[in-house]
């Protein structure tokens, strides 16, 4: 599928209603609802932020962006959401990489993501143990399972920390950062 990464201060109205569709489809623990998701997306939409979407026939099919933390140092990627019909296609991997283009023209020195293990099974194999016992040695031996910790895995990100139950007893929020650098 051919798509260009434009900043959705770009978008019109229509395509802004598309990203929220996407957003509360990918994520829907996080916006359960449309509106839930619409509200984000303005929220999200102020200067400091930068949000890019990538578009293909002036249809959204994924979006993502990129919040400043540590005084400009670290960017914290939220969020990251691609149409399910269109994942697997390089349109996730463009998105992260233009993400990151972003904040290296911004003084970056560090970007991370936040990506909750909170399904009731777990998906990786830091869900439903004790992550109190030996947490050096569960990293060491990770596996993302279906998780998209995977994706960013993939794309150079390293785990730096992870916060266990921060969704419930075994179901840890797990942080992947790469130096932009």
Do not use: C
């Amino acid at each position: 599928m051919r798509f260009k990464i434009v900043n959705m201060t770009q978008l019109n109205r229509a395509q802004i209603i598309q990203a929220a569709e996407i957003l509360t489809d990918s994520i829907p623990i996080g916006w359960p609802t449309f509106k839930h998701a619409l509200d984000e997306i303005d929220r999200l939409l102020s200067p400091e932020n930068t949000l890019l979407a990538a578009v293909g026939d002036d249809i959204v099919v994924g979006w993502g962006g990129i919040l400043p933390a540590y005084n400009g140092n670290v960017f914290e990627i939220h969020p990251l959401v691609v149409r399910s019909d269109k994942r697997r296609q390089g349109i996730g991997r463009a998105i992260v990489a233009a993400l990151e283009d972003g904040a290296r023209k911004q003084g970056g020195l560090t970007i991370y993501a936040g990506a909750d293990d909170e399904r009731d099974d777990g998906e990786t194999s830091l869900a439903n143990v004790d992550l109190y016992d030996d947490l050096p040695g569960k990293i060491i031996s990770f596996s993302p399972g279906t998780h998209q910790s995977g994706f960013y895995l993939k794309l150079g990100y390293k785990i730096i920390g992870v916060m266990p139950d921060a969704n419930g007893i075994g179901k840890p929020d797990i942080f992947l950062a790469k130096r932009l650098w």
